[in-house]
């Protein structure tokens, strides 16, 4: 099974940007693009080599060895997996062509995850994006049906990719975010109405529908002793969370839209001098106020920024030997943020760089800084403002 989700830009949560990446293991990279496993990848694996080895394959194959069996499962398993990244990187490529980044896949529980770091240039490339991986898993599907007469020993094989395949583009093919369907849905209205934001709602709202439709076939399933009604319903949940989240994404652009910088921004961020340990930093700043991350100043000017993950990344051992300047990130190469530049954009920037802080400048000087905890304090005022 494979539900795609690219990733919207600007998350107003770190944790919920890095809980996968925490949750998941590197494997290698393709056209640049970071490969990984979520540990939940492993459950689906380990359930469908056993359904595999039990069921179908005996069932296609004939009396012979549970050896067999088990290793065609297996190997099976394996190969629906690499089915998914292939439809993964369908949609991964053609981002790349129209120059958005792709900063990852991660295979998980339900398939696979493709983190794209930006909204793409227009409808027409949103269409081409979505059906990419759709495309990709039409070849697969002829693919494997073709090669059955030759497959051999290999034949259950084979058939059974053929038709996981072609599930894969069906299922996909849904219209209602975050599925594939519901990407080419964006796309039209996007195209009809020349808003990204309406069509997105549309969009979203219609996987809405088709989640909690999912839950309710489910549910009837469960109730009808039918113990597959528990992974339908399952799926359903995940849908209809994804696609209210981008409800909720986009109502939050709407809320502060017109918004800049400077009125988020805390004014008053704390300077520590450059030869301050971080020992010292970590007993007196970071404990006593709480603060993630510290402008350092150096003769009157700002040199750079040190925020709680560079500390972090210095053994703890060699926190009473290592002063601040050694740990901290240089101003020139610091993400900035212009005072008079809108929240959305440097919600963007911090989304796209991996950042949670971002030192406000105006006129060449630092006037500030900008977390995502100010933001989401600011979000909150407005929201009772206008409610």
Known sequence: MGIDQHNEPARLSEKSGRHMARRSIPLFRIMGISIALDYSWFVVFALLTWALATGYFPAEYGPSSRIMYWMAGAATAVMIFVCVLLH???????????????????????GGVAQIGAEPPGAMAEFFIAVAGPLVSLVLAILFYIAQPFAGPLLGM?????????GLLLF?????YPLDGGRVLRAIVWAMTGSL???????A??????????????VLQILDGNAGGIWIAFIGWFLDSAAHAQVTQVRMKNLIAGHRVSQAMNAHCVAIPPGMTLQELVNGPVLGSGQRSFLVEREGQMAGLVTLHQIKTVPRHQWPQTRVDQAMIALENAKCIDADAELWTALEIMD?????QLPVIRDRRVVGMLNREDIITFLRTVFEIKV
């Open 88 to 110: 993964e990187l369908g949609h991964a490529a053609v981002a790349l062509y129209y120059k958005i980044p792709v900063r990852s896949i991660t295979l998980f529980i339900f």
């Open 158 to 166: 084979a058939g059974y990719l053929a038709y996981v395949n072609l």
């Open 172 to 176: 996909n093919l849904i219209p209602g």
């Open 197 to 203: 934001q309406r069509a997105t709602l549309i969009a």
């Open 205 to 218: 709202n219609a996987g809405r529908i088709f989640g909690l439709l999912l839950i309710f076939l489910g």
């Open 352 to 356: 796209r760089n991996g950042v949670n």
